[in-house]
């Protein structure tokens, strides 16, 4: 117990960590429309700011295979605070400094975006390497953080909004970048363990080579898959459904489902230790499935956003329980198993939801045909799971 305090520093850091990520990840797009009017920027040119968002975190995931481990998780994860609070920072002024406001807006996002990256790929080995008992967990509570942060940023902002109007929205970014900023001292000064000692680790041809390692990347592309898909389309979902206002869209699609999310990584995060992760998994990959059909094929509007609240109850415990089957099954995978489980899911999430807008545009604006297809990747992730729990067995079979 004494040894597992030593780390409370530690998790605040993480959790933290996890904090920033979805403020970088959910601030702007609530500045979409400001943009717009103040800047004079086009609708088409504001969709590119997301996907360079992700585009630079994609990267970030796979560079981070080559240099995490060469410089060391501290400065890499101190590195990420503190481009993700200049990033903040710099979208404060440099649209009105560059010629460009565009430009400007975009050097800030790539900056955010790459801290964004360092964390997702740094903070959970982090975690995983700490001498706690319940690994799994904890894994779990860790990224129900990403979720109240998604909350706080959703809540927060739509407040403050209110109360001092949208044209004040660089003060608050200001006041959002405090987060990561005093998040960098807890990370220089935080123990901080190696998840693997030198020359221990597979290395990334070893663990290309490594058949279970591709069924790894397979679930965490369908557990990102299924997580982004609801969480971007949830607002636009509940005003086409529901007809009412993008404030409303908004608390009841994306916030219900954060909301929901993180109760299901916090409640696994308590019960844990009583249950089969690779059972809940199962569980929640077809109650993920439920929750995009009824969401795609409910006749009642209030049906559907029951759909999209309940699919974050869902799809809570698969990204980080894929993380947590990952290290069971390769314990050795070191820090370029977590860059690559990374990669995957940040895959998912930017193909799916271009996807699911891509038909649904062809299919005349009907979004529910969109999410109906979008239920293949919940649905294959079940797939994957029984393949997993089937080689299990057959291995315990081969030893005995």
């Not at 969709?47 to 295979?65: E, G």
């Not at 980080?320 to 089957?325: A, E, L, N, Q, T």
């Not at 009907?366 to 994957?384: E, I, M």
Request: net charge positive.
């Amino acid at each position: 117990m004494t040894n597992q305090k030593k780390y409370k520093k530690t998790l605040i850091a993480c959790y933290l960590g996890f904090v920033t990520q979805a403020i970088t990840a959910n601030f702007a797009p609530l500045l979409f429309l400001t943009f717009k009017g103040s800047y004079g920027i086009s609708l088409d040119k504001i969709a590119l700011i997301p996907l360079v968002f992700y585009l630079t975190q994609l990267i970030v995931d796979l560079a981070a295979t080559k240099f995490a481990d060469k410089i060391g998780y501290r400065a890499c994860v101190v590195a990420s605070q503190v481009v993700s609070a200049l990033g903040l920072v710099l979208m404060t002024f440099l649209p009105d400094l560059l010629p460009s406001p565009f430009v400007g807006i975009l050097i800030a996002v790539v900056l955010y975006s790459i801290g964004s990256g360092l964390i997702e790929v740094l903070v959970s080995p982090i975690v995983e390497a700490c001498p706690f008992e319940n690994k799994d967990g904890m894994m779990s509570l860790l990224h129900s953080f990403y979720c109240w942060g998604a909350m706080s940023v959703i809540l927060g902002s739509t407040l403050f909004f209110v109360i001092f109007g949208v044209e004040n929205w660089r003060i608050l970014a200001l006041i959002w970048a405090l987060v990561p900023l005093i998040n960098t001292f807890n990370f220089i000064s935080c123990p901080i363990e190696r998840l693997v000692e030198d020359g221990e680790s597979l290395g990334i041809r070893g663990l290309l080579k490594t058949p279970i390692f591709w069924l790894m990347i397979l679930l965490m592309v369908c557990s990102g898959a299924s997580e982004a898909t609801m969480a971007q389309w949830a607002s636009a979902f509940c005003e086409s459904a529901l007809n009412v206002s993008k404030t409303v869209g908004d608390l009841a699609g994306p916030c219900l489902f954060a909301m929901f999310m993180g109760i299901s990584r916090m409640l696994y995060g308590k019960f844990s230790e009583k249950l089969n992760l690779s059972s809940v998994m199962l569980v929640c990959g077809a109650m993920c499935a439920g929750c995009y059909l009824l969401a795609s094929l409910a006749a009642l509007p209030v049906l559907g956003l029951c759909g999209c609240a309940l699919c974050g109850l869902a799809v809570g415990i698969m990204w980080p329980g894929s993380i947590s089957i990952s290290s069971k099954h390769c314990p050795r995978g070191g820090t370029a198993m977590f860059a690559f489980l990374a990669l995957a899911g940040d895959l998912g999430a930017m193909v799916s939801p271009a996807m699911v807008g891509g038909i649904s545009e062809m299919m005349g604006g009907n979004l529910k045909t969109g999410l109906l297809v979008a239920t293949a990747f919940p649905a294959v992730l079940v797939v994957g799971l029984i393949i997993l729990k089937a080689s299990k067995k057959n291995r315990i079979k081969v030893e005995k």
